[in-house]
Structures are given as structure tokens and as C-alpha cells.
């Protein structure tokens, strides 16, 4: 498989992932919130709301720009998003 292709295709798995984790860990945000299980499940709704919208308006925005440059920079910006969660300080309640 070539390089672009595999490389392609694990960024497209960790963002599709990523999509997923907070299913797992509801429980904790709902607690943390201190809401209920279905109230904190609206953030779901709500990240799946700003990927529908956000997708197509992001493509228009990025149609002029070089392909390759613009998923380099929104992959930088996922992966700094990312380090910022894994460093974020947890609150004990």
C-alpha cells in the first residue's frame, strides 16, 4: 500500500475514532457535569450537529487552497486539540 494512501487512511481512523470516545466515557462527563447521563449525551448531538454543518462550510471556505496543505494544518490543529485534552486538568468532585 503506498505511503499517501496508509497514511490516508490512519488519520481518517483516528479522526472517525476520535468521534466515538466520549460515547465511552459519558457517564464520567455526565458526573463531572453533575447533569444527567441524557443531558450530557447532547454534546454528542451537538459535536455530530457542527460536523454536519461545519464539514461542507469548511470545504467551501479551503476550495481554493492546496488539498494537501489544508488537511496538513486541520491535522496539526486536531492533534494540538488533542495534546490539549490528554493535558487538561482533571477536577475531582
Not at 457517564?27 to 455530530?48: E, F, Q, T
Not at 488539498?67 to 468532585?93: E, M
Request: with cysteine.
Amino acid at each position: 500500500m503506498p505511503l499517501p494512501l496508509l497514511t490516508l487512511f490512519l488519520t481518517a481512523f483516528s479522526f472517525g475514532t476520535a468521534e466515538f470516545v466520549i460515547a465511552g466515557l459519558l457517564p464520567d462527563v455526565a458526573a463531572g457535569l453533575d447533569v444527567s447521563i441524557p443531558l450530557a449525551g447532547y454534546l454528542i448531538s451537538g459535536y455530530a450537529i457542527g460536523i454536519a454543518v461545519g464539514g461542507p462550510i469548511l470545504a467551501l471556505i479551503t476550495n481554493r487552497y492546496d488539498r494537501k496543505s489544508v488537511i496538513l494544518l486541520l491535522c496539526a490543529v486536531f492533534a494540538i486539540g488533542q495534546v490539549f485534552c490528554a493535558v487538561a486538568p482533571v477536577s475531582s468532585c
